[in-house]
C-alpha cells in the first residue's frame, strides 16, 4: 500500500512536471517577444519552431528529472532539498536542450528564450509539486482516503515507524495504537500513541479499531512471536507488513550484484561512491578554499589573543579516527588550557568545562575554534559535511557498545553534519547521534550537504552564545 500511494504521488509529479514544462516554453517566447522584457533588435521569429520543441521538452526534462532523483521519494525530503534538485535538473536538462540545438541547421533559436524558459520551468515545476503536496496533504489530514494502522511492538523500532508515519501524513496513515507485552507499557501512551493491548489481543482490538493495516515492529529476538502474528493476521485478512530489525545490523542501501547469474546481495552500498564523490570533493575543496580566504583576516586576531591569554600553542592537535577507520590529526585553535589533558587520556567535553580558557569561551561560543579544519578539508581528512570525528580511544568504547557504529566510517568526517544540525552536539545521546549520522550517510545527496551547510549557518546566527 506504501508503494501503491507513492506511485500515485509520482504520476501526479510527473503529469505535474510535463504540464509545466509545456507552459513554460509558451510563457518564454511571450515573455520574450510579446510583453518583450527586453528590445527586440532581430525581428519576431515565428512561433511555431518554438512549438516543435514542445514535445521534445515534454520527455528530455522528465528524464533529466529521473536521473536527479526527483521521482524517488526519500524520508523527510524538505521543500528545499526538491527545490535545489529541480534547479539542478533544469539547468542540466537546458544544458542538452541547448546543446542539442546547436546541431540544428534548419532554424535559429534564441538563447535568452532558452534562459527564460529554464527560468520559468524551474519556477513553474516547484511551485506545482508543491502544490501536489499540499493537496495531497490537505486530503488525506482531512480524512479522506485513510487507513488504519496497528503496530505491534511499542520498543524504538516501532516508535520510530510510528515517527516515519507521521512526518509522511500525505501517504494517508492514521496511526491507532500499539500492541506491546512488556507490562510496564500497558495502558500507557508512547510518543502519543496508546498501547491498546498484548499481542494475544490482535483480533479483539483489530475489531474494535478497524484496522486496515498491521505493521509488526519486533526485534529479531521476537522471531517466533513474529511468525505467529503474520498467520494470526493473515486469517483477519489484514494486510500485513514486517519491519525488519536492521539496525543492530544497520545496513547503507543494499544493492543486488549480478556474479554470472547468481544474485549477491551487497550490504555497504551507498549513495556516496564513483562520480558523486568526486562531487562532493570538489564542493569540499572549493568551499574549504572560500572559507579560507573570507576568514584569513580573523587568523592573526585569534592567535594573538590565544598567545596573550597563557602564551601556549595556539593550535590544538588530536588524533581523530576518519575515513575507513584511519586516524588523522585533527587541527583546531586552542581553547583550553594547556594542562587540560595532562594525565594522557581522553576526557568528554563538558557544558561548563572548567578547562576552557577565557579566549576559548568566546571561540567555542561562535564556533571559530573549528576554523583551522578547513584545512584538514583541504588535505582530504575531512569534508564540510560528514559525521563528527571521535577520539579513537571512545570509537574503540563505542564500537562494542553500539555494532553498526563503525559504519559512519564510510565517509570522510565533517566539518558539520545532519546530527548537529539537529540539535545532537557535545554531551548528547551517541545512539541518536549515530542513527543521525547513518541516516545521512544512506541518504547523501548534493542537496542534502548544501542543506546542512545552509542549516548550520542559521544555527549560528540563531543560537550565537550558546555552545
Do not use: C
Not at 520574450?32 to 515565428?46: A, M, N, Q, S
Not at 489481543?201 to 478497524?210: D, K, T, Y
Not at 585533527?330 to 576526557?347: P, T, V, Y
Amino acid at each position: 500500500m506504501i508503494t501503491r500511494r507513492r506511485q500515485i504521488q509520482v504520476m501526479l509529479q510527473l503529469v505535474g512536471d510535463i504540464l509545466a514544462t509545456a507552459l513554460s516554453l509558451g510563457l518564454a517566447y511571450w515573455l520574450r517577444f510579446d510583453v518583450e522584457i527586453l528590445p527586440i533588435t532581430k525581428g519576431i521569429p515565428p512561433v511555431t519552431p518554438y512549438l516543435r520543441l514542445i514535445p521534445v521538452v515534454m520527455v528530455l526534462f522528465p528524464v533529466v528529472f529521473y536521473f536527479q532523483g526527483l521521482y524517488q521519494r526519500r524520508r523527510a525530503r524538505s521543500r528545499f532539498d526538491e527545490a535545489i534538485r529541480a534547479f539542478v535538473g533544469v539547468v542540466l536538462a537546458t544544458a542538452v536542450l541547448t546543446g542539442g540545438l546547436t546541431f540544428y541547421r534548419e532554424f535559429s533559436y534564441s538563447r535568452l528564450v532558452l534562459g527564460i524558459f529554464a527560468a520559468v520551468d524551474f519556477v513553474m515545476v516547484v511551485l506545482v509539486r508543491w502544490a501536489i503536496a499540499s493537496l495531497l496533504k490537505r486530503i488525506r489530514r482531512s480524512g479522506g482516503n485513510l487507513q488504519n494502522v496497528l503496530v505491534v511492538g511499542a520498543g524504538e523500532l516501532g516508535r520510530q515507524v510510528v515517527g516515519r508515519l507521521q512526518e509522511h501524513r500525505e501517504f494517508g496513515f492514521r496511526v491507532v495504537g500499539f500492541l506491546d507485552d512488556d507490562p510496564g507499557k500497558q495502558q500507557r501512551r508512547i510518543d502519543g500513541i496508546p498501547v491498546l493491548g498484548t499481542t494475544q489481543e490482535l483480533a479483539s482490538v483489530v475489531a474494535g479499531r478497524q484496522v486496515d493495516q498491521v505493521l509488526i515492529a519486533l526485534p529479531l529476538s521476537s522471531h517466533a512471536k513474529t511468525v505467529r502474528l503474520i498467520r494470526e493476521a493473515a486469517q483477519l485478512l489484514l494486510e500485513v507488513k514486517v519491519v525488519p530489525d536492521l539496525l543492530q545490523y544497520y545496513v547503507l542501501r543494499a544493492g543486488v550484484e549480478d556474479l554470472d547469474g547468481i544474485p549477491i546481495i551487497n550490504l555497504t552500498q551507498m549513495p556516496l561512491e564513483g562520480f558523486n564523490r568526486l562531487v562532493k570533493r570538489l564542493l569540499d575543496v572549493t568551499g574549504a578554499l572560500t572559507g579560507l580566504i573570507l576568514t584569513a583576516p580573523l587568523w592573526p586576531v585569534i592567535a594573538l589573543l590565544i598567545k596573550r591569554e597563557d602564551g601556549g600553542p595556539v593550535f590544538f592537535r588530536q588524533p581523530r579516527m576518519g575515513l575507513d577507520g584511519h586516524s588523522f590529526e585533527i587541527l583546531k585553535f586552542r581553547s583550553m588550557r594547556m594542562d587540560a589533558e595532562a594525565d594522557g587520556k581522553a576526557h568528554w567535553t563538558r557544558n561548563k568545562d572548567p578547562r576552557v580558557t577565557r579566549i576559548g569561551k568566546l571561540l567555542r561560543r561562535t564556533n571559530l575554534d573549528e576554523l583551522p579544519q578547513l584545512i584538514n578539508i583541504l588535505r582530504g581528512d575531512m569534508s564540510l559535511v560528514g559525521p563528527r570525528p571521535e577520539q579513537p580511544e571512545f570509537v574503540e568504547r563505542f564500537r562494542n557498545r553500539y555494532p553498526e557504529y563503525m559504519a559512519r566510517h564510510r565517509v570522510r568526517a565533517g566539518l558539520t553534519g545532519w546530527a548537529q544540525v539537529n540539535g545532537l552536539r557535545g554531551d548528547t545521546s551517541i545512539r541518536k547521534r549515530m542513527a543521525a549520522d547513518l541516516y545521512y550517510i544512506e541518504n547523501w545527496s548534493l542537496a542534502l550537504d548544501l542543506r546542512i551547510i545552509w542549516l548550520t549557518f542559521l544555527s549560528l546566527w540563531i543560537h550565537r552564545g550558546k555552545r
